[in-house]
Nanobody
Framework: QVQLVESGGGLVQAGGSLRLSCAASANIASINAMGWYRQAPGKQRELVAAITSGVSTNYADSVKDRFIISKNDAKNTVYLQMNSLKPEDTAVYYC?????????WGQGIQVTVSS
């Protein structure tokens, strides 16, 4: 069974940066889009950023101009560069790969931004 494995989370001070990575444990064919979601305590999971197979990107308003999503198709990997982090960015971050038949999800990784 293919798994998505996230890395790069942790604790950072406000204004700092982190780079999240998410790699598939085996090749996944026909990925339509890759994305990052997050869920803060007591809140619903929300889309942070997404990138399509055609390299179009979409960002939540709260992270525009601070976060950058990118991917390496050959490695089945998606990245999220997070700059100018704020305490309100604190959440568990999940990656997701979307295909026509199935959506793959990572197990989640904690990002904590201290003020």
């Amino acid at each position: 069974q293919v798994q998505l494995v996230e890395s790069g989370g942790g604790l950072v001070q406000a204004g700092g940066s982190l780079r999240l990575s998410c790699a598939a444990s085996a090749n996944i064919a026909s990925i339509n889009a890759m994305g990052w979601y997050r869920q803060a305590p007591g809140k619903q999971r929300e889309l942070v950023a997404a990138i399509t197979s055609g390299v179009s990107t979409n960002y939540a308003d709260s992270v525009k101009d601070r976060f950058i999503i990118s991917k390496n198709d050959a490695k089945n990997t998606v990245y999220l560069q997070m700059n100018s982090l704020k305490p309100e960015d604190t959440a568990v971050y999940y990656c997701m790969f979307m295909t026509a038949l199935y959506d793959y999800w990572g197990q989640g990784i904690q990002v904590t931004v201290s003020s």
